[in-house]
C-alpha cells in the first residue's frame, strides 16, 4: 500500500520531466528555423516573423537601412545615386517584406552568389547597387558607401535564422518570385493595353507617368530597359504577385498581357558607363563588358 502512494506522489515529478523535455525540444530555435525554410511564404500562413532590432550602433544602421529601402529618391543620402522618381519599396513591396513580391526575406542567405549576368560571382552590395543603375536608372554608389552598407545590413537582418544556401546560378535568393508557366510567345498587346486602363490606369494614369504617391511605369522617371522588369517575362511573373497593389488577381495571361502592353511603351535606355562612377569611387567592380550579356 505504501509502495504504491509512493509511486503515485512521483507521477507529477515524471509529467513535469517530459513536459519540460517537449518544451525544450519545441522552442529550439533551430528546429524553428528550418520550419521556417521548408514552406516557401505566402502572406497567410508565413511562420516568418520580422526579427528583433539588434542594440546599438549594428540596430541603428539596420533602421538607415529600412529607410533607404522606402525613401530612396528622396532621401539626402541616396538620392543623387537615383535618376527617377522610384523607390527599392515601388518594387520590393512593403520594404520587401512582402512574402512574394521580389521579398528581401532570406535574400542575404544566396550571397556571394553567381551572376551570369556580370560573368562572375557577386556579393548582396553587388546586387543591391546593380539595381540602383537598372532599376532606379542611377548611378552606383560606392561599395562600402554609407547607404550601401546601411541596406545591405537591413536586408541581412531580414534573413535572420534563415540557413544560408549560397546560388550558385544565378543571383536570387530561395523566394524569388516564381516563374509564369504560359510560354511567351502569343502576346495580344491590345488585349494587354485594354486590362491595363481597366485595371491599372486609375493610380498609373493612362498615359504610365503614374500619380500622387503610385509610381510612374514607363516614361523617364521609370525604371531603364536594363532593368529586371524591363523582361517582358519576368514584369509579368512580378504583376502576377504584386498587381493591383493589395489584391494581385490577375491570370498568367493577363500578367503577360499587361506587362508586354507596359514594356512597349517607351522608358529610358541602359548603357552601363552612364551608370558607373568615376573610377577613384567604383570600388572593385570587376565587370568584363565582352563577356557579359548586356
Ligand atoms: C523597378 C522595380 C525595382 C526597383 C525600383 C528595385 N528593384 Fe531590386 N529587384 C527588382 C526585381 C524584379 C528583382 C529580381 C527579383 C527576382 O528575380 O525574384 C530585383 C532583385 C533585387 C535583389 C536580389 C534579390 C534576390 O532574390 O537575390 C536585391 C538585393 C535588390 N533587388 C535590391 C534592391 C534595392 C536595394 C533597391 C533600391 C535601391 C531596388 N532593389 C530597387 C526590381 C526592382
Ligand atoms: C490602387 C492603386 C494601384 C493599382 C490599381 C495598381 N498599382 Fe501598380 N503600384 C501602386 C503603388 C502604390 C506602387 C508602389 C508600391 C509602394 O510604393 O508601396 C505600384 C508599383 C507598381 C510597379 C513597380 C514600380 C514602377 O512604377 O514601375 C509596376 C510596374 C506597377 N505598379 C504596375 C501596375 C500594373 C500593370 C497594374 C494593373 C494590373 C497596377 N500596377 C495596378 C499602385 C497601384
Redesign the pocket.
Known amino acids: 500500500m505504501t509502495y504504491y502512494v509512493k509511486m503515485i506522489s512521483f507521477i507529477p515529478g515524471i509529467i513535469l520531466f517530459f513536459w519540460t523535455i517537449l518544451y525544450i525540444a519545441w522552442a529550439n530555435p533551430q528546429e524553428d528555423s528550418s520550419k521556417k525554410l521548408k514552406s516557401p511564404p505566402d502572406q497567410k500562413k508565413s511562420a516568418y516573423k520580422i526579427p528583433k532590432l539588434p542594440e546599438g550602433p549594428l540596430g541603428e544602421v539596420i533602421l538607415l537601412g529600412q529607410k533607404l529601402v522606402e525613401n530612396t529618391s528622396s532621401d539626402p543620402l541616396s538620392k543623387n545615386y537615383v535618376g527617377n522618381s ?2 527599392c ?3 520590393h ?2 520594404n520587401g517584406t512582402d512574402p512574394r513580391a521580389a521579398t528581401f526575406i532570406g535574400v542575404a542567405t544566396a550571397y556571394p552568389a553567381w551572376s551570369p549576368r556580370e560573368n562572375r560571382v557577386i556579393t548582396l552590395e553587388d546586387r543591391i547597387l546593380n539595381c540602383f543603375m537598372r532599376s532606379c536608372n542611377g548611378i552606383r554608389p560606392p561599395l562600402g558607401s554609407r547607404p550601401s552598407v546601411a541596406i545591405a545590413s537591413y536586408i541581412t537582418w531580414l534573413s535572420e535564422d534563415q540557413k544560408i544556401k549560397q546560388n550558385a546560378k544565378t543571383s536570387q535568393g530561395p523566394f524569388a518570385i516564381p516563374k509564369l508557366k504560359i510560354k511567351s510567345n502569343k502576346i495580344d498587346l491590345s488585349l494587354g493595353k485594354k ?2 486602363l481597366t ?2 490606369a ?3 494614369a493612362k498615359n504610365g507617368s ?1 500619380r500622387n ?5 514607363w516614361g523617364n522617371q ?2 531603364n530597359d536594363g532593368a529586371g ?1 524591363a523582361n517582358t517575362p519576368k ?1 509579368a511573373a ?2 502576377k504577385v ?5 489584391e494581385p488577381t ?1 491570370t498568367e495571361e493577363e500578367s503577360l498581357a ?1 506587362a508586354a502592353y ?1 514594356n512597349s511603351n517607351p522608358r529610358p535606355r541602359f548603357v552601363l558607363s552612364d551608370h558607373l562612377p568615376p573610377p577613384d569611387k567604383i570600388g572593385e567592380y570587376n565587370f568584363d563588358p565582352s563577356k557579359s550579356k548586356k
Open positions: 522610384l523607390n519599396t515601388s518594387c513591396l512593403k486590362l491595363y485595371k491599372c486609375s493610380c498609373h503614374g504617391d503610385n509610381p510612374p511605369v521609370s525604371y522588369l514584369l512580378w504583376l504584386a498587381m493591383p497593389l493589395d490577375l499587361i507596359v
